[in-house]
C-alpha cells in the first residue's frame, strides 16, 4: 500500500500546501465571520494564493497524466479536479457580492471543503480497478 502512495503525483507537498493554506485561511475568515467583519483584502489575497497553490496541483497531476499515470477512478478524479480549481474563484466572487459578514463566512466555507476535496482527489487516484 505504501508504493501505492509514493506513486502519486496528488501526494506531499504538492497536496500539503493548499490544504494548510486553506484552513489558515478559513482560521482568518472564521475569525472575521465572528467579529461581524467583512471580507478584507487579506482574505481574498488569501484565497488567491490557495488557488495559486491548487493549479500547481493540478498542473503536477495533468502532467503525470500525460506521462502515463492513471488514476484508479479517472472520472470522478478530473471532476474532482475541475472542482477544485474552480472553489477559490467562486469563493472570491461570492465573498465580493457579499459585502457582509456572510462574505467572510463564504470563504471560511470553501476554504474548509477545500482540503476535504484534495484528500478526496487523493483517494480516488489511489482507487483500485481503474
Known amino acids: 500500500m505504501t508504493g501505492a502512495a509514493e506513486a502519486t503525483p496528488v501526494t506531499g507537498a ?5 490544504i494548510v493554506l486553506s484552513l ?3 482560521a482568518w475568515a472564521l475569525v472575521a465571520t465572528v467579529r461581524d467583519r467583512p471580507p478584507d483584502r487579506g482574505q481574498l489575497v488569501g484565497v488567491a494564493v490557495v488557488e495559486a497553490a ?4 493540478a498542473v503536477v497531476a495533468v502532467v503525470d497524466l500525460v506521462g502515463g499515470g492513471r488514476p484508479g477512478e479517472p472520472g470522478v ?3 474532482y479536479l475541475v ?3 474552480c472553489l477559490p474563484p467562486l469563493a ?6 457579499e459585502p457582509t459578514r456572510w462574505g467572510s463566512g463564504i470563504v471560511t466555507v470553501v476554504c474548509l471543503v477545500i482540503p476535504v476535496v484534495v484528500v478526496r482527489l487523493q483517494q480516488t487516484w489511489q482507487a483500485v480497478g481503474g
Open 54 to 57: 491548487l493549479l500547481v496541483l
Open 77 to 79: 478524479f478530473a471532476g
Open 92 to 97: 472570491y466572487v461570492l465573498a465580493r457580492m
Open 24 to 26: 489558515v485561511v478559513a
Open 14 to 18: 504538492v497536496a500539503t500546501v493548499p
Open 83 to 85: 472542482t477544485l480549481v
